[in-house]
């Protein structure tokens, strides 16, 4: 009982982490939309937050399942609903170092050798793409710390 309420806690402490980065990615979700629709001149052009590489409309659909799913994912951590798994941790912390590293370099090619290219000096979109390479490394560090955990808890014989 000690086991699941301590993993309860730390699935809702990661979760508070995982709705902070998708506040980030919506942050610009919406003002891009805001500055496609009804630009403010507070806020960086469209064109800021737009590599070009995906028109914008199919952008927008992909961001929004994007946003569903990553809220799911968010729910069922501060829910405590969340299920451990050593496996789905090891993948989420593949694909997310992946991911990271790609970007990191784009990132850092944009600033260096090629910041007047559509996709590396496309400097805002890469940072985002870096939000969600995070949530992918928070989430599959959730599940490969409590996930060995609770396999490791299990007496032998019992499974």
Known sequence: MADSVSGQGASRSYGWLLLGLLLVFLFRVVVQLIQAFSPVTAL???DTWQSGAVPYPLLVVFQIIILIGCGRVVWSFLSGTVVPSDKKGRF????GWTYFIVMGLRLLIGLTVAPDHFWFGAIVPTIFHL?????????????????ACSVASIPEGAA
Do not use: M, N, R
């Not at 989420?92 to 694909?95: E, G, K």
């Not at 390479?133 to 490969?144: E, I, Y």
């Open 131 to 147: 939000v969600l390479a995070c949530f992918l490394l928070v989430s599959g560090s959730f599940h490969t710390a409590t996930g």
């Open 92 to 95: 989420l912390l593949i694909v």
């Open 44 to 46: 960086p052009s469209f």
